[in-house]
């Protein structure tokens, strides 16, 4: 039996604190239309960060992997909404 179709979400990654443990975990799963999203959880459960969809599930694993790799020197943009405008 093939586990990508067995389990509902896969956890496919964890990312650890200094003492080993775990603070983050991307879960892939297939949506209801069949596609590949990922969510980032962190230690309590609370989704922090969803995905697109993707057509395969390798997709959805490059796409998370390109997160890890860029995420830490990306730009920071606040956008402003209508109320804050001045």
């Known amino acids: 039996m093939d586990i990508s179709t067995a389990v509902p ?7 650890f604190d200094r003492k080993g443990e775990n ?14 999203r990922f969510r980032l959880k ?10 697109q969809s993707y057509s395969t599930k390798a997709a959805c694993m490059n ?11 990306a730009e920071i943009i606040e956008i402003e909404t ?5």
Do not use: C, M, V, W
């Open 23 to 36: 603070i983050l975990k991307f879960e892939i799963y297939a949506d209801k239309s069949g596609k590949y």
């Open 63 to 73: 796409g998370i992997q390109s997160i890890k790799k860029n995420a830490a020197d």
């Open 82 to 86: 209508p109320s804050e405008e001045k």
């Open 42 to 51: 962190a230690r309590n459960g609370e989704i922090i960060a969803t995905g």
């Open 9 to 15: 979400h896969i956890i496919i990654n964890r990312l």
